[in-house]
């Protein structure tokens, strides 16, 4: 890409990956038809499809429609092999529900974005006091409940999502009641406990840290409309923001991304709630501002890259926090060959704002480091290319089509590094 332009016009969300992919894992838990509504047009819904139809489900995935129905059977496999949880770590999400139908799980120890050490522990300790067992076996996760699950209290030592989204959806059909305390409180939970309560489950208390689950014999298969991407909503609003523009995010829900709007509003952009999602106009170059990742409703790890980027250009000098997750600072290392100033300390990035930043070759190493860098090249004078550029097919669909469509001098070269399905 080249740089220069301010973005300007209007862009559309559809719904969150992070949500879509454990609606369909969710969808394991009813025997019957299944229909998914505003699933995004991703790779990585392509691979759970995959992963569920090795299970034995009919899954048709229309991208055009962004429609994903499923019809799951009476009896399914209990196993999903490595070459596709390897490729899709969010495939850890149908252990809950393979456990909870099936009275057994296999799931591949999983591989998945490069960002820091993410354990299972806490996703085998919820399961346990639901009455599995769990051990790692060459290679698989292998969790086992053959008289089947019941109820229990849990405390989760960090409001994990995977963990909790893995506790609830086998919490929902275990004799009992199951009471998760710091449970994670990202509108993708709220989501999947809506979605199940549809279904027939009884859940309180999703949003808040503490869910109780009162288990029932069976649920029923229903049609859901996938939650707006917050990630995806925020990654524009950034997006504007970084460049000086002028966009308004088409699909948001602004009320899921408070505290990055706001930061953003202190610092200068302008902000304002639309019919129809959000606008930001960004004003001449903005302020820096320091931020630190949370869980929800604190700023999203997944919105750090873009955090970073943005305080390289803006002025003055900001530290940016990284608390989720370890070792995901490596746009950092990228950003520096963009000629920002930026330094790791620990968990820590600081920044001092620089003018410009100067184009060169990049690597995307996950996919929101991979948006991130795109968006800092359209602030880089002359040409920036960023490579491994199928990281960032995996979380937006379109997004050199997007930006050109807001102005910007974009376009996508076929990627040979691009993994194979
Ligand atoms: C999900 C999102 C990801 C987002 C993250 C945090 C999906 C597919 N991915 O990931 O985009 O960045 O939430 O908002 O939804 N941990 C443990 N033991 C466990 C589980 C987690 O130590 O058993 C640690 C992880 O290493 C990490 C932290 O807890 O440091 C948060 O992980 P978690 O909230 O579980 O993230 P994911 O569900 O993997």
Known sequence: MVGGASLRGEVSVVGAKNSALKLMAGSLLAVGKTHLSNVPAIIDVTIMAELLRRLGCVVDYDTAAGVVDLDVPATIMHRADYELVRALRASICVLGPLVARCGRADVAVPGGDAIGSRGLDMHAKGLETLGATVHVNHGYLIAEALDGLH????????????????????????????????????????????????????????????????????????????????????????????????????????????????????????????DRGFRVTATARRSAFDVATLPYPGFPTDLQPFALVYNAVAQGSAMVTENVFEARFRTVQELARLGADARVDGHHVMLHGVDRLSGAPVEASDIRSGAALVIAGLVADGETTVSHAHHIDRGYAGFADALRGLGADVTREPDDTAPFL
Do not use: C, Y
Not at 167 to 182: H, K, S, Y
């Open 151 to 274: 109820g229990g209290e849990i405390r989760l030592d960090f409001p994990s999502v995977g963990a909790t989204e893995n506790i609830l959806m086998a919490a929902v059909l275990a004799q009992g009641e199951t009471r998760v305390r710091n449970a994670a409180r990202e509108p993708e939970i709220v989501d999947i406990a809506a979605f199940l309560s549809k279904m027939g489950a009884r859940i309180e208390g999703a949003g808040t840290s503490v869910i109780h689950v009162e288990g029932v014999a069976a649920l029923s298969a229903v049609s859901h409309e996938v939650v707006p991407d917050r990630i995806a909503a925020g990654t524009w609003a950034f997006a504007a923001a970084t460049t000086g523009g002028d966009v308004e995010v088409v699909g948001a829900e602004a009320g899921h991304l408070g505290t990055a709007l706001d930061l953003l509003a202190g610092a200068g952009s302008d902000i304002k709630v639309t």
